[in-house]
C-alpha cells in the first residue's frame, strides 16, 4: 500500500511509485504519464493509438536502475473498452488481445488524467471477451470507457501480439 493509495487526493502532486525493476530502463512516473528516455507514452498513444506497445532495455534486478545489456521489458498500452458494474467485482473491458503477453498486472497505472478516486479491484476481459482467469488489477475506482491503462511485461513484444 502506498501513500497515494492511502490518501487518493495526492496523486495531484505526486506519481503512484512504481517497482522500477519491472519497467524498462530509464522509465520514470509522473502524475498521469510515463516517460521512457524522455518519451510520453501518452505522446506515443497518440501517434500510434490503442493497444500499442513500447519496448525498451529491462533493469537489471537490484542494480538501481541499470539497463541489462540483453534483456528486453515492455510497456503495453490499452484503452478501457467499458466497465461493466453488474458483477461483485467490476470488470474492465480492454482493446488488447492478450493472449501470449504476460503483463506484471500488480503494477498497472492509469494514463492521461489524475483520479482522486479511492482505489478498487477489477478483473479484466480482453478485446476477444476473454476473462483473464484469476487475474486482478487495483485502478482508481471512477475508471470508465477510454481511459488509458499502462502495465510492464517482462520480455520484448510486438504490436501483432496484442492486435
Known amino acids: 500500500m502506498t501513500l497515494t493509495s492511502i490518501l487518493p487526493t495526492l496523486r495531484h502532486s505526486i506519481p503512484s511509485p512504481f517497482t522500477r525493476d519491472l519497467w524498462p530502463a530509464r522509465a520514470v512516473p509522473t502524475l498521469d504519464d510515463v516517460i521512457v528516455a524522455g518519451v510520453s507514452i501518452l505522446r506515443f498513444v497518440e501517434l500510434c493509438g490503442t493497444p500499442c506497445v513500447t519496448t525498451g532495455a529491462a533493469v537489471l534486478p537490484i542494480s538501481g536502475g541499470m539497463a541489462s545489456a540483453t534483456d528486453s521489458a515492455t510497456i503495453l498500452t490499452m484503452s478501457v473498452v467499458a466497465v461493466d458494474e453488474r458483477t461483485p467485482t ?62 510492464p511485461c517482462p520480455g520484448a513484444h510486438s504490436v501483432g501480439e496484442v492486435r
Not at 488481445?97 to 494514463?111: D, F, K, N, Q, Y
Not at 478516486?117 to 476477444?128: G, L, P, S, V, Y
Request: net charge negative; proline share 5%; no cysteine.
Open 90 to 151: 467490476p470488470v474492465m473491458v480492454l482493446d488488447g488481445v492478450l493472449g501470449t503477453v504476460v503483463p506484471v498486472w500488480s503494477e498497472a497505472r492509469l494514463l492521461g488524467r489524475i483520479s482522486s478516486a479511492r482505489e478498487r479491484r477489477f478483473t479484466i476481459r480482453d478485446a476477444d471477451g476473454r476473462d483473464l482467469t484469476g487475474v486482478t488489477v487495483i485502478l482508481p475506482g471512477d475508471l470508465r470507457a477510454e481511459d488509458l491503462v499502462t502495465v
